[in-house]
């Protein structure tokens, strides 16, 4: 009996990043990822929280076990 190989683990997001402007404050890049297989967008007004997040996804992502069963 051949067991069956779990199907390669991947994100895919789109990333959009900008920068706003202010007239009497300094300008401050956002962020915005689209993720590809759901359409959910998040937001993120700092690149420390866009990195924060990709790593709890890929922790969510590694934590789900593949059941050949199903």
Same mark, same amino acid.
């Given at each position: ?20 402007? @202010? ?12 993720? %590809? =297989?759901?359409? *959910?967008?998040?937001?993120? @007004? ?12 890929? %922790? =969510?992502?590694? *934590? ?7």
């Amino acid at each position: 009996m051949t067991i069956p190989h779990p199907p390669p683990k991947y994100l895919a997001y789109t990333l959009r990043c900008w920068e706003e402007r @202010g007239r009497d404050a300094p300008s401050e890049w956002r962020f915005m990822v689209l993720d %590809a =297989q759901t359409g *959910e967008r998040h937001g993120f @007004g700092a690149l420390r929280q866009l990195a924060a997040f990709l790593v709890e996804m890929m %922790a =969510q992502e590694k *934590e789900n076990k593949f059941d050949p069963e199903v």
